[in-house]
């Protein structure tokens, strides 16, 4: 059974910092793209980042590029997201999936998603 796990989510003040983790059970997924989602209160999900198996780029949503890191242990089936400079519109609740989709951005391509963890970022 595929299962997919986040933690350190949390409530921190704007312009601090979170590192998240996602860990996925159930099968190896080095030959899938990982990803990190996050749906705002009251408001559709939206890409943070992802990381391609083929190539190992990581790409970022505009909006965290420069603030946020995504990396990816293979080894351990995990990844993380190293959250710096945050705002309160960073908060969120923040997912991590796998998929084999063609576009990393497109959260249809992903095909197990996690509970997600929230963040929150006061001003």
């Known amino acids: 059974q595929v299962q997919l796990v986040e933690s350190g989510g949390g409530l921190v003040q704007a312009g601090g910092s979170l590192r998240l983790s996602c860990v996925a059970s159930?099968?190896?997924?080095?030959?899938?793209?990982m990803g990190w989602f996050r749906q705002p209160p009251g408001k559709e999900r939206e890409f943070v980042a992802a990381s391609t198996w083929s190539d190992g780029d990581v790409d970022y949503s505009r909006s965290v590029k420069g603030r946020f890191t995504m990396s990816r242990d293979s080894a351990k089936n995990s990844v993380y997201l190293q959250m710096n400079s945050l705002t309160p519109e960073d908060t969120a609740v923040y997912s991590c999936?796998?998929?084999?989709?063609?576009?990393?951005?497109?959260?249809?391509?992903?095909?197990?998603w996690g509970q997600g963890t929230q963040v929150t970022v006061s001003s």
């Open positions: 999936a796998v998929g084999r989709g063609s576009w990393p951005r497109d959260a249809a391509g992903y095909d197990f």
């Open positions: 159930g099968r190896s997924f080095n030959m899938y793209n």
